[in-house]
């Protein structure tokens, strides 16, 4: 720890409320332990162009209310290949960074992994995700208000699915896991959802036909989940209109909607505790770990876990929905 006089702060990947929450968390508890913090804008690909500036306290003031990331985010294709990782660590180097906190997803979380190993800086990840994707953790940053986005559309959406008797497919974000078309469906009422965890056991919409779509039922809403493996909302209608063109069938793609909005009490405060327990976690001497929450206790996740083992679906709200869709 006592080489550790400064911390250099990011977020990557796609954003997620809560996001800004956990920057203010960041700097705050460094500057709380005599540490430096330096924000970098951009993600990594500020790494590289030396996007950097020192950050004080009112750098973050008003701001965990706020949805997206106040240091933006990019995609970053030149962080992928060492001469680009190089050219970061220089960065690093020239700035007097001692240590990094990464706010992101699954490719984000990869990335540090990669580059603490290269250069063997410590790292500390934060798991900013709408996805909930990431193993070792019961929730990540913005998920819980990217659900009540998706709650409160899809109650509207269903006003219009009874007055015209209709099977809509909502498709919501998750391109490889199902956490937000599940919890979605169960908090919104929806009669199913079809997700890749389970795709090649059962063929869920011919069990929607047979069991969710009944004769009693004059409107289904399913939740889709983005996946290329379900062929994602429209794939599904496409689907009923060979297969069973006597519904009508609508579709409605949430898209970006479910990033955006200002962040939940539950991620704001999720935010808050895992920004602090990351500057814990580097004064403990911690590296290449992802800050996760396990019930309601904050533990240290190595990268080697977080981003390589698959995050298991609840199969025991799989058969809630199907008891509840009656």
């Known amino acids: 720890m006592a080489n550790i006089k400064c911390v250099g702060l990011l977020t990557s990947g796609g954003d997620a409320p809560g996001m800004n929450a956990a920057i203010r968390a960041v700097t705050r508890a460094s500057i709380y332990n005599d540490l430096e913090v330096k924000g970098i804008y951009r993600g990594y690909k500020g790494l590289i162009t030396g996007e950097i500036l020192p950050f004080k306290t009112n750098n973050v003031s008003n701001i965990i209310q706020q949805g997206g990331t106040i240091l933006k985010t990019a995609r970053c294709v030149e962080f992928r290949e060492p001469e680009g990782r190089r050219t970061a660590y220089e960065t690093l180097q020239k700035e007097g960074i001692d240590a990094l906190v990464v706010i992101g997803g699954d490719g984000s979380l990869t990335g540090a992994r990669i580059f603490a190993q290269e250069y063997n800086i410590p790292v500390v990840g934060l798991p900013g995700t709408i996805d909930n994707d990431l193993y070792g953790t019961d929730t990540t940053i913005g998920y819980d208000t990217a659900l009540n986005t998706i709650m409160q559309a899809v109650d509207k959406i269903r006003d219009t699915a009874s007055s015209h008797e209709r099977l809509f497919f909502i498709e919501v974000m998750g391109r490889d896991a199902g956490f937000l078309a599940l919890n979605g469906a169960l908090a919104s009422g929806a009669e199913a959802a079809i997700i890749p965890e389970i795709w090649t056991e059962v063929d869920q919409l011919e069990e929607l036909i047979k069991n969710g779509f009944r ?12 996946s290329e493996i379900t062929g994602g909302a429209i794939g599904m209608a496409e ?62 996740v190595p990268f080697s876990k977080a981003v390589k083992k698959d995050k298991p679906i609840n199969r025991d709200l799989l058969n809630t929905l199907r008891i509840l869709s009656i």
């Open 215 to 226: 004769k009693t039922k004059n409107s289904s809403i399913v939740l889709v989940a983005e």
């Open 239 to 300: 689907r009923v209109k060979k297969e069973y063109p006597q519904y009508d069938v609508r579709v409605t793609i949430l898209g970006h909607i479910q990033r955006g909005g200002s962040p939940t009490a539950s991620d704001r405060i999720l935010a808050s505790r895992m920004g602090a327990a990351a500057i814990d976690a580097l004064m403990e001497d911690q590296r290449n770990v992802m800050m996760g929450v396990q019930d309601d206790t904050i533990v240290y």
